[in-house]
């Protein structure tokens, strides 16, 4: 048997543009160096990964390995833009020829060029969001699902199961029975819908965002020729931000890498959150036994905080089982300790956070660079309400204004009807949401409705009680529903019945003199089974309706609720246009959406046992380990100051009043040493 002698290239000595050893740390200098072969650099939070996979490509072409045998991975295409311009910028030329973008521009640039081979074409379309949505719900029409028969799935929820499904490499039903249990009677019919989509879509030559991953995949496993090209192609195979990667992307870089083995992956194995969208831990844990003789590279250098903060943080990742040993090293000076702030309830810590803040501006941090993070979004409510009262200027970017949530107006507009069936916005609200019931069909029905409501002005006097406006004479809004079902749609009568039900029930006088009664009425009456139907993220929507239905409980009736949410509602808008003319606003985010952010002050609330870690998480290590980091990507965020906080107080759904709330377990993991306990004190007033 012959033996194989490797000729090498021949080349002169390397004249290096980049100075490595001088422009590089230690730990990031031996990642950017490192020989071929399989590598994992662990890069901890603000240690510079985006500059370790910048060097490492410029370092790559520079020793002679042409800019179109590299292939660089990422999440964004901003994040391959600025990587490919640094390295550019950093060789003084320009690289057209470095295949670098996401996961999804890579696979649509390869399935462009072979897709003949798995029944294409090379002119395949690709369907957005809006797009899928249409052609599912052909697909359901197609099926003769009678969805007014039962609460079946829409199409937008159709399409988030199909795509959890396939980036997790799940079956269909395993995913069903797994994160959709509550449509697992209707399994065999979500899959026959899901084989008709894939069919249309292959006759249709349409690709959804998800398929250019599938059958990118799907086109390297069956073409012997196309799989070894690109083996071939791609000698150098880099990925940002692998933590974050899902089953699927895991399968194609392991493809792709199987021929060299010159795979780099850079990421935190602490900073992986992402597991409720598909990504899959493993990967980065697994990476040194899937790769056999793969080199692991720490970098540990934060350039971002102080060392009090990264104190705190390497003591709240300790506990995690699962995990590549670190610990984040600070160049910055000693500054302030983090703050554990202990609030009587929610509305005073709303109100310490508020206060922090200005004292903060005061001194000289601009509200820009402050950030409230939480890990649901009903956590931040009360803050919410709090800034606004103080004509604090924010903006939130994990989403709309807690109030403004069409959920939460879905329910406000149950009790509104019933408090004044005069108001023709809750009215119409309601019945679109009905099965079968348009904006025209809505108009009708408010036009009969409001015949039978008797004029304000025509009702008796209420005794000129200014008191106590509300004792006017009530009219049942239930009868006069009932009155007019007859000029209901066909299609909606079942779901007129309903509504009928659930405001009679609402008008019910033990439910009635309360709003949080009402509102949980409300969800357990059938706007419960709507989230399922209408929202792949039902149980995040269903937590915030519960949690208004707790903070209702404060108010002594419906009318004083819903007038609180109104003026709460009103302000926000009109505080609106300041805030598009005002640049200097605090930043209100989820944890997940604050990721890769980094601010001079973090103010992280609510704390507490059961809210974070959530109590879901609390039923697997592996999720409460998540939730773990979840809390040390936040702590990362803050530069200068951080302030930690919770309530000992709060409203549970289903009590009366107030229970006590325990710290959460996070906190109790912090040695003492590590933070500075705040309690807070009300200065007297008259």
């Not at 705190?312 to 699962?322: C, F, R, T, Y």
């Not at 903006?395 to 108001?423: C, M, W």
Request: charged letters at 30%; hydrophobic letters at 40%; glycine letters at 6%.
């Amino acid at each position: 048997m012959a033996k194989d002698y490797v000729l090498q290239p021949y080349r002169s000595e390397v004249d290096l543009k980049i100075d490595y050893r001088e422009e590089l740390n230690d730990q990031q200098w031996a990642a950017v160096t490192c020989p071929p072969g399989p590598a994992l650099v662990i890069a901890g939070a603000g240690a510079g990964k985006t500059r370790t996979l910048t060097y490492r490509v410029a370092y790559l072409i520079e020793h002679g390995v042409e800019p179109d045998r590299i292939l660089l991975l990422t999440f964004t295409n901003k994040a391959a833009k600025e990587m490919m311009h640094r390295v550019a910028t950093l060789l003084g030329e320009e690289l057209t020829n470095l295949w670098g973008g996401t996961f999804h521009s890579i696979g649509n640039r390869i399935l462009r060029r072979h897709c003949g081979a798995i029944g294409y074409p090379p002119d395949f379309g690709i369907m957005d969001r809006e797009d899928a949505k249409e052609l599912l719900s052909a697909c359901i029409a197609a099926e003769k699902i009678d969805v007014k028969a039962t609460r079946f799935p829409k199409p937008e929820v159709l399409a988030d199961i199909f795509s959890q499904a396939v980036n997790r490499q799940l079956p269909l039903d395993e995913m069903i029975q797994e994160q959709y249990g509550y449509f697992k009677q209707l399994t065999a019919q979500i899959e026959a819908i899901h084989g008709r989509y894939l069919e249309r879509k292959r006759r249709g030559g349409l690709m959804d965002f998800d398929d250019l991953l599938v059958l990118w995949l799907e086109l390297l496993k069956k073409d012997q020729g196309v799989r070894e090209r690109y083996q071939e192609r791609f000698r150098y195979v880099l990925v940002d931000e692998y933590q974050d990667t899902n089953r699927l992307q895991s399968d194609l870089i392991d493809l792709l890498g199987e021929h060299h083995g010159n795979v780099m992956v850079v990421g935190d194995d602490s900073q992986s959150i992402y597991s409720w969208r598909g990504a899959d831990f493993t990967n980065i844990i697994e990476f040194p036994r899937r790769y056999q003789g793969a080199k692991t590279y720490k970098i540990e250098t934060n350039y971002r905080s102080t060392p009090q903060i990264l104190a705190l943080a390497n003591s709240a990742i300790a506990a995690n089982v699962s995990q590549f040993e670190k610990e984040l090293q600070a160049v910055r000076d000693a500054g302030a300790k983090p703050v554990v702030v202990s609030c009587s309830d929610a509305n005073e810590q709303a109100a310490f956070v508020a206060q922090r803040a200005l004292e903060l501006r005061e001194e000289g941090t601009e509200l820009d660079q402050m950030a409230i993070l939480y890990r649901s979004h009903f956590h931040a409510m009360e803050v919410q309400l709090e800034l606004t009262r103080r004509n604090i200027p924010f903006v939130i970017t994990s989403g709309i204004r807690f109030f403004e949530q069409a959920h939460i107006k879905d329910v406000a507009a149950y009790l509104k009807l019933v408090v004044n069936p005069r108001d023709e916005l809750a009215f119409k609200r309601l019945v679109k949401l009905l099965p079968g019931i348009g904006a025209k069909s809505a108009d009708k029905l408010w036009l009969a409705f409001g015949e039978k409501i008797p004029d304000r002005e025509a009702e008796p006097a209420s005794g000129g009680d200014e008191a106590n406006p509300t004792k006017q004479e009530e009219i049942d809004v239930a009868r006069v529903l009932v009155e007019v079902a007859d000029r209901v749609p066909k299609r909606g009568k079942t779901g007129w019945a309903q509504l009928t039900a659930t405001v009679a029930q609402l008008q019910e006088s033990t439910v009635r003199r309360t709003a949080g009664k009402m509102i949980e009425l409300v969800l357990d009456a059938g706007y419960d089974a709507y989230l399922k139907e209408q929202y792949a993220n039902y149980r995040a929507r269903l937590e915030d309706v519960q949690q208004i239905a707790q903070y209702a409980r404060q108010f002594e009736s419906p009318e004083e609720f819903l007038a609180q949410l109104a003026l709460e509602t009103n302000l926000e808008v009109e505080d609106r246009a300041a805030d598009s003319a005002d640049d200097e606003r605090i930043r209100l985010t989820s944890i997940h959406q604050a990721k890769g952010l980094e601010f001079e002050v973090v103010f992280l609330v609510m704390l507490c046992e059961g809210l974070f870690p959530s109590s879901r998480s609390l039923e697997h290590p592996e999720a409460e380990e998540e939730e773990r980091r979840l809390f040390y990507v936040a702590a990362t965020r803050a530069k200068n100051e951080l302030y930690l906080s919770y309530p000992l107080m709060r409203f549970t759904q289903g009590r009366q009043g107030d229970i006590m709330q325990t710290p959460s377990r996070f906190l109790n993991e912090l040695p003492e040493k590590v933070y500075e306990p705040w309690n807070l004190c009300r200065h007297g007033s008259f």
